[in-house]
């Protein structure tokens, strides 16, 4: 017993190290981001000012008086929470359907969907291009909240068929026999059981479409661009300003670490959905 | 009203047949209990009519209106589930309004209706309680408590008290039938246990493979059963079945005789045998006889603690008017 009980305390110190060292490994980069952010161009690439030098706001200012920040956070915002909003009003019923009347069909169409995720965005840039500009799309908000809600349906179906996959047929059956219509089963009974795991979709949608960069980058120039345009577009052709760039780049993650931050509980439901009953 | 007629319904899942078409009707105020073992077609049969399920083809009516497209919701029916399906994010009042609220009913209406369920199924106590904090056999209470509320035409039940430890289970049972004769509304009620069925029902429906095998009271049931299956499944413990010989004696190919229809004589027995297990209940007896060349085993309940132990010899004589005769196909010989 002796034995037994000191090995596994052992292995659990070995873990909690190596938890601490993966955790600081990955939290470095952006430690040294946000580091960077407070230094001046010209000391960011030096060695010697790596830790000590002295701080200061100038990239922050710079950006909010010259870059016009508010108004790509703003954007970010919009298209993030309608594609969200959109995904869920589209993904909650369609994952209803599927998890308590499916089909023959089902699962293929599960399949299907999560396979539109293996097609290469750029096969399908040029005609998205084209296409958008055609229609007068191409930079409006419209566009991206449909796109981002697109891009992101599939995993939003996945996860919410997931969830209700583990409320008992028998409740939403004894919901029927009560007199509920299926909207009213979607919202008295389904809603509010698989509450946890809507909000944990919810979360994860959310931060995909805050982060995508690909579509919103490039369908986009002034009037619906993100905080991944102004990261993007602090690239500048003259040579990289550092400090500016983790500037820009501190603050485009920053509200979204803060939601992530609150919302942790949530967050690890949501992504380890599936791996324990 | 809670008329409920079934005219040639068959339910297939894919290619598989589980009702082949089928015909019954269930008369208002009537206490049915569909009956037989796993995988018969019971429940489905059930779901068929609660609209849980479609009907591959054939017509479910009740109250002489055409039901089989109409939506569960619409039929007018409760269901008491075998895992109770209560709310889990809603309180026992809550639950139990739920039906009403959905109906539209008002806040004064549902608080009155409410109140006479909890009485009468003793739940007062626990209404602003979520059902996690329930017992199961207050669970399955507040389920009958949701079903009441609605007033509906027909009671249906699928296995309302599998889930229940066994003394619950009679309690529960008892009080299942005390509210069909206080409300005298159609019941329709499904068990794989035929204790139940004997001891609640109006009318037994017996189902092997999707078929119904027999339909009657439970006495007549236990009477005349239309062949071996029924003859086996009601009553417990089940009815001997004796062939070659001594059923050709009765010109049948199979004879079956009750274990209580067996008496334990002192001697001059018909047939002799050893005793294998003895089970002394104290009220009956019961012996498990081997090697009396009739059959395997035969079962014979006897009145009291009669004091025969393992390896004792045995001496028994069946009451013939009691015996049960069955020809090749199994059917019963009249």
Redesign the interface.
């Known amino acids: 017993m002796a034995i037994v009980a000191q090995s596994s305390k052992t292995g659990q110190v070995s873990r909690a190290t190596l938890a601490w060292i993966v955790g600081l490994l990955f939290f470095f980069p952006i430690f040294w981001m946000v580091l960077t952010s407070f230094k001046t161009d010209a000391d960011a690439v030096k060695p010697e000012f790596l830790f000590f030098f002295t701080p200061t706001l100038e990239n922050y200012l710079n950006m909010t008086e010259n870059y016009d920040y508010w108004r790509f956070a703003r954007n970010s915002v919009i298209t993030a929470v309608f594609a969200t909003v959109f995904a869920l009003a589209v993904g909650i019923p369609c994952a209803y359907a599927m998890a308590f009347n499916p089909s023959r069909g089902t699962k293929d169409v599960l399949m299907w969907m999560l396979s539109t995720k293996m097609l290469p965005a750029a096969a399908v840039l040029y005609p998205m291009t084209f296409l958008t500009k055609s229609m007068g799309l191409f930079d409006t908000h419209f566009l991206i909240i449909v796109v981002l809600m697109l891009i992101n349906l599939p995993i939003v179906v996945w996860m919410l068929f997931t969830y209700f996959k583990e409320i008992?047929k028998?409740?939403i059956?004894?919901?029927?026999?009560?007199?509920?219509?299926t909207w009213?089963e979607i919202k008295?009974?389904l809603i509010?059981?698989a509450w946890g795991g809507i909000a944990s979709t919810a979360l994860l949608c959310f931060i995909f479409c805050w982060n995508e960069a690909y579509w919103t980058v490039r369908l986009t120039t002034t009037d619906a661009a993100t905080l991944s345009k102004l990261i993007e577009g602090n690239r500048a052709p003259e040579g990289l300003f550092f400090g500016r760039l983790s500037a820009v780049s501190t603050a485009a993650v920053g509200p979204i670490v803060v939601l992530g931050w609150f919302c942790q509980k949530q967050l690890v439901a949501g992504l380890t959905f599936g791996a324990v009953k | 009203m809670g008329r409920i007629v079934l005219e040639k319904v068959t339910k297939s899942f894919g290619d598989v047949q589980v009702i082949p078409p089928l015909d019954l009707t269930i008369e208002d105020g009537e206490f049915a209990v569909f009956v037989g073992p796993s995988g018969c077609g019971k429940s489905t049969l059930l779901r068929l009519i609660a609209g849980l399920e479609d009907t591959t083809s054939g017509k479910v009516v009740i109250d002489g209106e055409d039901v089989t497209e109409v939506s569960p919701s619409k039929r007018g029916l409760s269901m008491v589930f075998q895992t109770y399906a209560l709310y889990p994010h809603m309180t026992v009042r809550k639950n139990i309004a739920f039906p009403m609220r959905m109906a539209g009913l008002s806040e004064a209406e549902q608080e009155k209706k409410i109140k006479a369920a909890a009485d009468s199924l003793n739940l007062t106590d626990y209404l602003d309680r979520k059902p996690g904090q329930l017992s199961g056999g207050q669970r399955q209470r507040v389920a009958i408590g949701r079903a009441i509320v609605r007033d509906p035409s027909a009671f249906l039940f699928d296995e309302p008290l599998s889930n229940l430890d066994a003394a619950l289970r009679v309690g529960m049972r008892l009080e299942i039938t005390e509210m069909h004769e206080r409300m005298k509304t159609t019941m329709i009620y499904v068990t794989h246990d035929q204790v139940e069925a004997m001891t609640m029902a109006n009318k037994i429906v017996v189902l092997q493979a999707g078929v119904i095998e027999q339909v009657g009271s439970p006495i007549d049931l236990y009477n005349a059963p239309k062949n071996i299956f029924v003859a086996g499944f009601i009553g417990s413990p089940k009815m001997n079945f004796i062939e070659g010989a001594e059923a050709a004696k009765h010109d049948a190919k199979t004879i079956g005789i009750r274990p209580e229809h067996i008496d334990v004589v002192e001697d001059g027995g018909a047939w002799v045998g050893t005793v294998g297990v003895a089970e002394h209940l104290g009220s009956d007896t019961f012996f498990h006889v081997h090697g009396t060349g009739l059959a395997e085993t035969l079962t014979v309940r006897a009145v009291g603690n009669v004091a025969l132990k393992h390896g004792d010899k045995i001496e028994l004589t069946p009451r013939l008017s009691e015996l049960h005769r069955f020809d090749g196909e199994g059917l019963r010989i009249a």
Request: hydrophobic residues 35%.
């Open positions: 008992p028998e409740i059956e004894a919901g029927q026999m009560d007199g509920v219509n009213g008295e009974i509010p059981l």
